[in-house]
């Protein structure tokens, strides 16, 4: 099987680092190129601020960067006609919309989380669900990042609330700041709470609060290296797919 060729999308953050450093290690894919607000000296291949100058022949693009940078980004991969592994999160809903327009013209995975155990934490947090909740179990989320991340709840503590939502006949509205708040706590809603400090990778806490017992889904992530891996994953299994949506469920079978 021939190499995957990606263009990384923002290659100088954490997270290009990391995809190239495992891209370098792994036989079955190569970065031929990386797009990026600047070109740092980081990497053999080349980096390049415009898009436009990218004419690298490739066969997907994988994205860890920042939600201003996707509207361009989605721009060039339906250009290239590229398959695109969009991984960045706290996209608006224009962005949403745009992400699904494009859906229709290139494959396009996305994403909240590419770890392997945080796609198992929807499907068990989803289980739970739809037997808690019905038992008048309320249900909280606490997600816990570092100081540099920019969006607040992450998207991951989202998609696990819409995955709860959705076996709940999206009956349940998300509780985000109780702060300016003096009454009971609503029945049908999910408290989703945001914790940035330090070098936290990921933390997400699934609490479903019943009386008298309690019943936790926690994962943690100690390395960014399983994202790293799921994204490497994902490029593979995107490449040569006809145009459309799919996702992590899609990659791990």
Known sequence: MSKTKIIMHGCNGAMGQVISRLAAEDENVEIVAGLDIADKGLYEYPVYVDPV?????????????????????????L?????????????????????????????????ANMSLGVNLVFKLAAAAASVLAKNGYDIEIVEKHHNKKLDAPSGTALAIADAMNEVLNHEYTYKMDRSNMHERRDP???????VRGGNIVGEHEVFFCGTDEVVEIRHTAYSKAIFGKGAIESAVYLKDKAPGMYSMADVIG
Do not use: M
């Open 188 to 194: 049908k809603e999910i408290g989703i709470q945001a």
């Open 79 to 111: 250009e290239k006609k590229l398959p695109l592994v969009l991984c960045t999160t706290g996209l608006n809903e224009a962005q949403l919309k745009r992400v699904d327009e494009a859906a229709k013209e290139i494959p396009l995975l996305r994403s």
């Open 53 to 77: 100058d990218c004419q690298v022949q490739a066969d997907v693009i994988v994205d860890f960067s920042v939600a201003p940078a996707v509207d361009r980004l989605l721009d060039f991969a």
